[in-house]
């Protein structure tokens, strides 16, 4: 596990350089879209749970889902009237078949008919025993897959993971990000039943990446395992809300300031006096 006073300077310094940038193309500028809590904590879930493949793909079938449940998705989704198939017919993504996005928004509405809010749900698993957020997290999920129906099994069991047998759960780690931390312009503060102390790392390429470079994990495969590593050794510098570098460090990646190219990118690198990679080319 890495020495907090090494790793404490370069994150929290890359914490206030990100401070303000801008939310695109992050999915999170979907659910700040919504004043309405209810609205933004409907977006929020559906946003994370379809962040998967390329940028603009997501960005793209995002915005044909949320035109489609436009002006209130909340309110689309517990209608009395609720979305109907053709409201979504021709709408996929990737591997997920627009039957299969059908039947998700069927499980959220039922989620919130039965429950009021996601954030009751997920208390509901609980059950009145101490937070523990692989176990809340795997009875919340499957409150949803529970609801799904025959067939379409792959599409049902990537939308809802078992984080019980091994799944990093990137997506949903993302959600819980989402609605407990903040509100701080990025994440939404919404929820108030999960503390931030509580939360894992939502786990992607670049954070699995750069958990080996920094040497916040010594894993090999993103599995939750990885997941709990990562965040261990973000909770050293940060105990009471490790996950807040999160979204400096993904950014990264995403915006291609970290492409492992060893082309002098290394040089723009907050975090790059910590990289065991940057050390061997520069040896």
Known sequence: MPSPHRI???????????????????????????????????????????AFGGVLQIRNFLSRLFDALSPSPHAALTAVKPVRRRSVAGLSHRFISSEGVYRFLRCVRAAYLAHGSLERLYVAGRGGGAPDLRRDLARFLGGFRDRWGKDLGRERDFLFPRPERGSACKRHNLFLRWVVRGPDGVDLGLWSAVSPRDLVVPLDTH?????????????????????????????????????????????????????????????RCTVAPLCSRRSRSAG
Do not use: N
Not at 15 to 28: F, H, K, V
Not at 212 to 229: C, H, I, Q, V, Y
């Open 8 to 50: 404490a300077g370069p994150l929290e310094r890359l914490l206030r350089q990100g401070a303000g940038a801008e939310l695109s193309p992050d999915p999170i500028a979907f659910p700040h879209r919504y004043a309405d809590p209810l609205d933004a904590e409907t977006a929020a879930f559906l946003a994370a749970s379809f």
């Open 207 to 267: 954070m699995a990446r750069l958990g080996g470079d920094l040497g916040l994990s010594r894993r090999k495969t993103p599995d939750w395992r990885m997941a709990e590593e990562i965040t261990a050794s973000l909770r050293l510098v940060c105990p009471e809300d490790p996950v807040r570098f999160d979204y400096p460090l993904t950014r990264l990646g995403i915006l291609g300031v970290c492409t492992r190219s060893r082309r002098g990118v290394c040089g």
